[in-house]
Each structure stands twice: as structure tokens, then as C-alpha cells.
């Protein structure tokens, strides 16, 4: 039987490719007199408040808004929404203390990179660097498929079609532009999201009236705000360690940390971003949650449209697409923008070519090839979750040993050598498998029946809390 879609493919293409002109117009038009390596990697260093805090709230968004919040509370209630909340918020606060110190250590410089690169030898410094492109290639993977899939449940328009659309746009603009382009189009994404999620909040509460509250879940499903749920604390946990560590690799918000005009504005937009992004962040995760509570049967990611789209209505259809496609672009070219900028600072120091190689050109030959890598996989629209929470798992092996660091002057390379290498040990002998059932140690080396219930349904949990926390044995108990 058919699927009836809420608008037609013609009407959901035009509107595709007219927004996506509109961004890549205005990108390429702002940044035609802002041209110049200093703008493209750092914008000048010369942004301020309003344009700083709309860019890091845009682009700490995305598309995964849309689905991610929804999905988990259905399973880690009101615990899964206040992790996924503050994970995504948090690295905005901790950058105030990292961003001061780096910015005052470093001045000149335009990525955490080549701050690791100075601490530590060549050889950790490509690590970290391979971590950190791996995992924001697998969030451009996720953004690109996620806006395909969205505008496809919306209207039946192919995913090859929305993707292509979408990253040829978002590469017009900011490949040309790079930093000062991608900040000024987050400002106007920034407030047409704004807009659009108020819309939404508006009908949602029209549509669901005294279905839209606390009362009602507790009525229907009580156990998803409990205190004695424990799914809720380990899921609140499992997303704030993961959101939060892998958020502060994001090559996108230490671009924005040089990029600002002085500490003081970077502090007040780090500041305005973090309370703006909870409450967004919040909203999605308990409209999942009243969209399960009303009807179970509703595939959990796509709660937050149930409640929206309820009854059909083909404006509201046009405005999630528009919604959909400020908060994927905003991000994917903070993330190309992101990527190019460490081959650029790096490039020289990583890979061993010619002396004369123009690097920001070669970035660019390095976006284009995993953007078409992104293309295919978003066409075929697999499902990179898991490929995500390896990215995380790696995040969560790093952080601690890194960011220590800046505090720490004893520890050197062969110490985070080791730490890390230890961390990610311990992270993968308990990382689940793809059905969450069993892990290397659960599992296989050892029988499941040797374990608790608890380990047994917390092995995503307690395989990010063994990776992050791991590497503070190396600290504590031995100086290489």
C-alpha cells in the first residue's frame, strides 16, 4: 500500500532548491569582500555578539534535533532529555575556561590542534587530528542523511535528490568564503530557526492541548519521569558524557573561540548560547515523549512530526522542511568549513608534500571527496548511529587526557600515549555490539550469565564511562 505524503515531490523539490539558492546566494554575495586566508579560517578575528552567539547555537543544531531527543526519551525518559540537553550545551560553558587559556597561550592561532601540536610531539598530534576529522566526517554523514530522510517522509522525494541539492549549496558558499561566510548565513538560519521552532511550539500546543504536559506522560507512561527509573540516569549519563566530549573536539567551535573580537564578547555568546540551547534541545526530547505517551506504536525518531504534522497540514509541511534545511546547512558548512581549516593549519605538518603545495586547494580536493562519500551514503540512507558512537567512544577516550593537559605540563607524549591507548582499550572490550546485545567482554571472551541485568542493558554506558574515566589510572598512579 502507498504512503500518503503530506505534500507533493514538486512542491517540496522547488522549495528545496529555492532555499538552498538563497544561503549559497547570500554566502557567496557577503563574502565576495571578505576574501583571504585570515577570513576563511578565522573570520578576522573580528566577530562580534550577536553574530558569534547565533553561529555557535546554529551550528551546535542540526537536523539530528529533529530526531535524536525524540527517539532517546522514548526509552531513557525524562533523564535521557536533561543529558542530551546539557551534553550539548556543556561544551559552551567549558569553553569559556579552555577558550581564555588558549587564546591567551596561543593567540595566533585557529584550531585545539595546533595547540596539541605545540604540547605534544608530531606523532600524537596526527592522532588527535585523525580522531577529530573522522568524527565530524561521520556528523556531515549523519546531517546530510538526516535531511534526506526528513524531506523523504515529508513529501517521497529521493534521498539522492535532497542530498545532492543540499551539499552542492552548502559547498558553493563555503568553500568560497570558508569561516566569514559560514558565520553570516548561521545568522540568518539562526533566526529562521528561532522563528520556526516558536511556530511549532505554538501548534503543537493548539494540536495537543492538555496532552502536551508533564501530567499526561505521568498518566500514560510514569515510568518515563520516575526517580527510580534507572534507565533515565544511565541514558541521561550515556548522552552527556558522549554529546559533551565529542563537542569539544568540534573544530567548528575552536574556530569560533579565535574568531571573536575580544574574550569578553566570546564569554557573553558562549554564555547566551548555552541557555538557548537547552530549552531547544529540551522541547524536542519531550515532544517525543508526549508522542509516545499518546500512541506507542509511532516510530520513536519520528515523534516530534507525529505531534506536528497530526493533522496534515501542508503549510506546517513546507515549514518543517524549511526548518529541516536552516538547521542541516548551518551545520554542514560549519563542519566542511571545520574540516578544511585543520588541513590547512596542519596539512604542512601531517602530510610530507611538495614544498610549494597550495594547501587551502587541497583541503578543498579533501572535502570534495568525503562529501561525495557523504553523498552516497546518504542516498542509500544507511543508518550511521553506530558508526557515530564509535566516533563518540573515541571522543570520550581522548578527553580527558587532553584537555588535562592544558593544566598539566607533566604530562607528555608518551603519558597520553598510554592513557588514551588504555582508555579506548577499556572502552571497546564493553562497546556493544550492532544489536546492543553483547560486547568483546560480554559476550565473547566471557559468558553474559556471569553478569548483572545492569551490565547487561548498560553496556553503551558503561563503555563511555570506562573510556572517558579510564585514563585518570595512568595519571594517578604512574609518570612516564
Not at 548561521?186 to 508533564?214: C, E, P
Not at 519521569?225 to 566530549?245: K, N
Request: with cysteine; glycine share 6%.
Amino acid at each position: 500500500m502507498d504512503k500518503t505524503f503530506f505534500i507533493s515531490q514538486s512542491t517540496s523539490l522547488t522549495l528545496i532548491i529555492f532555499i538552498s539558492f538563497i544561503f549559497a546566494i547570500l554566502g557567496l554575495f557577503h563574502s565576495k569582500k571578505y576574501q583571504g586566508l585570515n577570513n576563511y579560517l578565522t573570520a578576522n578575528r573580528n566577530i562580534g555578539l550577536f553574530s558569534l552567539t547565533t553561529s555557535l547555537t546554529a551550528s551546535a543544531l542540526g537536523a539530528w534535533i529533529l530526531f535524536g531527543p525524540a527517539s532517546a526519551s522514548t526509552w531513557g525518559g525524562i533523564g535521557s532529555i536533561i543529558g542530551y540537553s546539557l551534553g550539548t550545551a556543556f561544551p559552551m560553558f567549558f569553553l569559556i575556561y579552555l577558550g581564555k587559556k588558549i587564546r591567551k597561550e596561543f593567540p595566533k592561532g585557529s584550531s585545539l590542534i595546533e595547540f596539541m601540536r605545540k604540547k605534544f610531539g608530531k606523532s600524537l598530534f596526527k592522532l588527535i587530528l585523525l580522531m577529530t576529522i573522522f568524527y565530524m566526517f561521520i556528523f556531515l554523514c549523519a546531517e546530510v542523511t538526516a535531511v534526506a530522510v526528513l524531506i523523504n517522509y515529508i513529501s517521497g522525494t529521493e534521498l539522492w535528490i535532497t542530498a545532492l541539492i543540499v551539499l552542492i549549496s552548502t559547498l558553493t558558499y563555503t568553500l568560497y568564503g570558508g569561516l566569514k561566510a559560514s558565520i553570516f548565513t548561521d545568522n540568518i538560519q539562526m533566526i529562521v530557526i528561532g522563528i520556526l521552532l516558536l511556530i511549532s511550539i505554538f501548534y503543537v500546543n493548539s494540536f495537543t492541548g492538555t496532552q502536551f504536559s508533564f501530567d499526561f506522560i505521568k498518566e500514560k507512561n510514569p515510568h518515563l519521569l520516575s526517580s527510580s527509573y534507572i534507565p533515565s540516569y544511565t541514558a541521561g549519563l550515556t548522552f552527556f558524557i558522549a554529546v559533551a566530549a565529542t563537542n569539544l573536539f568540534h573544530q567548528g567551535n575552536w574556530q569560533r573561540v579565535y574568531a571573536a573580537k575580544n574574550f569578553e564578547t566570546l564569554k557573553k555568546s558562549l554564555i547566551i548560547s548555552f541557555f538557548l540551547i537547552i530549552p531547544i534541545v529540551f522541547y524536542m526530547g519531550f515532544a517525543g515523549m508526549v508522542a509516545f505517551s499518546i500512541d506507542s506504536t509511532i516510530r520513536p525518531d519520528l515523534g516530534f512530526f507525529s505531534l506536528l504534522l497530526k493533522e496534515q497540514n501542508t503549510l506546517l509541511s513546507l515549514l518543517i522542511i524549511i526548518l529541516g534545511l536552516a538547521l542541516t546547512i548551518s551545520t554542514i558548512d560549519t563542519l566542511i568549513n571545520a574540516i578544511s581549516s585543520l588541513i590547512v593549519v596542519d596539512g604542512k605538518a601531517t602530510f610530507n608534500l611538495n614544498n610549494k603545495t597550495d594547501y587551502l586547494r587541497f583541503s578543498k580536493y579533501i572535502i570534495l571527496f568525503l562529501c561525495l562519500i557523504s553523498f552516497i551514503v546518504a542516498s542509500k540512507g544507511f543508518d550511521i548511529l553506530y558508526l557515530f558512537l564509535i566516533a563518540d567512544l573515541f571522543c570520550c577516550a581522548f578527553v580527558l587526557t587532553v584537555f588535562y593537559s592544558f593544566y598539566n605540563r607533566n604530562i607528555n607524549e608518551k603519558t597520553a600515549y598510554i592513557s588514551i591507548i588504555i582508555g579506548l582499550i577499556g572502552g571497546f572490550m564493553i562497546f556493544p555490539t550492532p544489536d546492543f546485545s553483547k560486547s568483546l567482554l560480554v559476550g565473547f571472551l566471557m559468558p553474559r550469565d556471569l553478569f548483572g541485568p545492569f551490565v547487561l542493558q548498560s553496556l553503551l554506558f558503561l563503555s563511555f564511562v570506562i573510556a572517558t574515566f579510564l585514563p585518570l589510572v595512568v595519571f594517578k598512579t604512574k609518570k612516564f
